[in-house]
């Protein structure tokens, strides 16, 4: 089994900043691509960011220049650190892991979610 810890959610003012992180547990063979979603109230998941072990990335066009992904290969662990937050960023964010298996068989795993909320 694979287990997706999200940490670093909370309140913060427009213009301000916050932390997420993920770390993958379990066993499994090896983590290729990484990433973080966003769900708010009545909106389909969405992407925010991704970003390849290799360390190449790819932003959503409303985070681009505000939000930087970055990954620990040795723990992991992806970073999504926000920037220059706005209300309108305030959502569900979700973890998402590409999981390589023992068998070499790859699957989608995703994290519990953790609330991003950013008051005006």
């Known amino acids: 089994q694979v287990q997706l810890l999200e940490s670093g959610g909370g309140l913060v003012q427009a213009g301000g900043s916050l932390r997420l992180s993920c770390a993958a547990s379990?066993?499994?063979?090896?983590?290729?691509?990484m990433g973080w979603y966003w769900q708010a109230p009545g909106k389909q998941r969405e992407l925010v960011a991704a970003i390849s072990t290799g360390g190449s990335t790819n932003y959503g066009d409303s985070v681009k220049g505000r939000f930087t992904i970055s990954r620990d290969n040795a723990k992991n662990t992806v970073y999504l650190q926000m920037n220059s937050l706005k209300p309108e960023d305030t959502a569900v964010y979700y973890c998402?892991?590409?999981?390589?298996?023992?068998?070499?068989?790859?699957?989608?795993?995703w994290g519990q979610g953790t609330q991003v909320t950013v008051s005006s």
């Open positions: 379990g066993s499994f063979f090896s983590i290729k691509g």
């Open positions: 998402n892991a590409q999981v390589v298996t023992f068998l070499k068989r790859e699957y989608d795993y």
